[in-house]
């Protein structure tokens, strides 16, 4: 055991370069290569492909590597080659001399690891082959995908279990990053006939920052934010195709690489826009959910919602998206008012039994509280997965965001408005009415008259706005279905009204988590590199991408950011120091040492 352990660390320094185990790596790996079943649910970026990746090395023999996506799998197979690491894949993608080699490697048990799709596993015998060639384990990637309450069902994950007793009863390793317990139990019953060993890794992903903001003027939001992460790559997430066209044409307009991506645009210019991204450092992908599975790029430096996601699994899977090397990442979140009754009708307006309309209400109420959380923003995310927390100290409310004051006056104000108009009106009529404001539509319907008229006039039409949307998120008032964005009034909201209860909310102003730097004052770089040091990084990038494009790989594949900025710390100007940086083997150090060695000589900063 304890050989077979620190043998695994020398694997992990030698071949990937890496001084230690992320954290949960280290158990997950020593219960695989004790040879137990295993089930790891770990988040996204948490290195959970190493936990299969290490014991293939570390006791020999093969491990077939179950994966839903072809890409993902090629991906993964060119990424271990560049470690010198025996891998192959058998994919409908392959062509004749793709196959030829992996079925030689097979024969000849030269391979350590082979990523098949589940339904290639299905087919003409393989799970037969695979025993003469000497499996001794299978690793389930992406297990969710197993269950039909999981977001990702893929019926042929069903035969896996199936496929295990063909293989001999091997070992199995199945790992998911999906947080929601039902599906973790559900997992764990469809692919091992006995419990497995279970390891659940935290969710907290400390490396991503999280904000949340109003949407004021969404653009120069979203403007001001990127600003901070020049030569960075992230991700836009807006809510519909349109506006990824939109914003991507306004972001080019401004400097930005930005490149749009929506279920809509033909196949072509999405693997196109796909590939940039991948390939290349700097580049902006304005997208609706759509992009996204099948995306492993370590380096995405952000993440924005230009809309308000769904609910929190969405959000907390998209923003997951960022910093996958562990690296520091930021995210924005921009909501309104408009986003949550946005949300809200295309949930009433989808086709689906009431059973799961009303899951996705609550679902979408859970993603509006955090949006209004008044503490800690990571401690109510995590809450929600089930994990106590405690606050972080480092989100946009935890650095001094949001006060609190009792709003039970300004409650019951709005509340009474929207009582005595009817219970069918917006935000913009309501503060209208609470402001005194005799617009054409408040004389018509002669709201000028009524009790409530300009008993708000103490505050702006913002600060009523905002009012309104808090007591919207709070439950007190919901929208009157008949009525595109109009309110009536809860239970809830009857006791705030009667005085039953009283309510505190938001004080203005609001976090503004998209807060510009001063005119003439530099924004701070987000990875916190002193200048001399982040001018040989971008150097070392530079370098990197002639590499990349020369060898027509993703810049990544030849070294992470992480591993980049390693060295312009460190410096090398030998092979011995530049094997002390993160992410340097052997093979990598053979192949681009020089190279870098030469870059960071010949530097003048
Ligand atoms: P996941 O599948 O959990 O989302 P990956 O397996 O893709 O994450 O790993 C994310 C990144 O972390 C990869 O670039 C990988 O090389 C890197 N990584 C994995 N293990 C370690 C480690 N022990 N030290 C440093 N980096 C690691
Ligand atoms: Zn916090």
Redesign the pocket.
């Known amino acids: 055991m304890h050989a077979l352990e620190s043998r695994a660390r020398e694997v ?1 320094r030698s071949v ?1 370069g ?1 001084d ?3 954290p949960g ?1 280290g158990e997950v790996i020593a219960a695989v290569l004790a040879g137990r079943d295993v089930f790891a649910v ?1 988040p ?7 936990c299969y990746q290490l014991p293939a090395l570390v006791d020999g023999g093969l491990t077939v590597v179950v994966s839903p996506l072809i890409a993902l799998m090629r991906d993964q197979v060119r990424q271990l080659q560049g470690f010198g690491v025996s891998a192959a894949s058998l994919n409908s993608a392959n062509d004749d001399d793709e196959n030829r080699a992996a079925w030689a490697a097979l024969r000849e048990r030269r391979l350590s690891l082979l990523f098949v799709s589940p339904e290639r596993l299905a087919m003409d015998g393989l799970p037969t082959r695979l025993k003469e060639a000497g499996v001794v384990r299978l690793a389930i990637d992406e297990a969710h995908c197993v269950s039909q309450w999981g977001h990702d069902f893929r019926p042929e994950y069903r035969q896996l279990a199936g496929a295990r007793s063909a293989l001999g009863d091997v070992p199995v390793l199945a790992l998911t ?1 999906t947080a929601d317990r039902a599906t973790r139990e559900d997992i764990a019953a469809q692919l091992f006939p006995r419990p497995p060993e279970t390891f659940v890794h935290s969710f907290d992903r400390p490396n991503l920052s999280l904000a949340f903001a109003v949407k004021d003027q969404p653009r120069r939001q979203i403007a001001d934010f990127l600003s901070r992460h020049r030569g960075g790559s992230g991700i836009v997430y807006t809510s519909s195709r349109d506006r990824t066209e939109v914003l991507a044409e306004h972001l080019t307009g401004k400097g930005w690489r930005a490149l749009p991506y929506h279920a809509g645009l033909d196949a072509g210019t999405r693997a196109r826009n796909q590939d940039v991204f991948l390939q290349e450092d700097g580049v902006v992908v304005c997208a609706t959910i759509a992009f996204g599975m099948g995306i ?1 790029k ?1 380096d995405v430096r952000f993440v924005v919602h230009a809309d308000m996601p769904t609910s929190i699994e969405s959000y907390y899977q998209e923003i997951g998206r960022a910093g ?3 690296l520091p990442a930021d995210t924005l979140t921009l909501y309104g008012l408009e986003d949550m009754a946005f949300r809200r009708r295309q949930i009433d307006e989808k086709e689906i039994g009431e059973d799961r309309r009303r899951i996705e209400h609550r679902r979408l109420d859970a993603m509006i509280g955090l949006a209004e959380a008044a503490t800690c923003r990571r401690r109510a995310l995590l809450s929600y997965f089930g994990e106590t927390e405690v606050n972080c100290g480092a989100c946009d409310l935890c650095r001094g965001g949001a006060k609190l004051y009792d709003a039970t006056i300004d409650a019951q104000k709005v509340l009474s408005a929207v009582v005595r108009t009817g219970q069918r009106f917006g935000a913009a009529h309501l503060s209208d009415v609470l402001t005194g404001k005799a617009s054409d539509q408040v004389r018509r319907l002669g709201h000028d008259a009524i009790k409530t008229f300009g008993v708000g006039r103490d505050r702006d039409r913002r600060a009523w706005t905002t009012t309104i949307r808090q007591l919207f998120a709070a439950g007190a008032l919901e929208t009157a279905s008949e009525e595109h964005g109009g309110f009536r009034i809860t239970q809830a909201g009857e006791a705030i009204l009667l005085g039953r209860e009283r309510i505190a909310l938001r004080a203005m102003p609001e976090p503004a988590a998209g807060t510009r730097p001063r005119r003439g004052e530099r924004a701070a770089r987000a990875d916190g590199l002193d200048e001399p040091t982040a001018a040989l990084f971008e150097h070392l990038r530079a370098v990197r991408l002639s590499i990349a494009r020369e060898e027509g790989i993703a810049a990544y594949m030849v070294f ?1 950011d ?1 591993t980049l900025i390693d060295m312009a710390r460190l410096k090398p100007a030998t092979a011995a120091t530049m094997r002390l940086v ?2 340097v083997g052997e093979r990598k150090l053979d192949q681009y040492g020089q190279a870098f060695l030469d870059a960071i000589r010949t530097f003048e900063g």
Not at 44 to 50: E, H, I, L, N, R
């Open positions: 992990l990937f890496y230690d185990f992320r790596q770990m996204t970026g948490s290195g959970k492909s190493m990053a492993n370590p996958r090397d562990g992470p992480r993160q992410g």
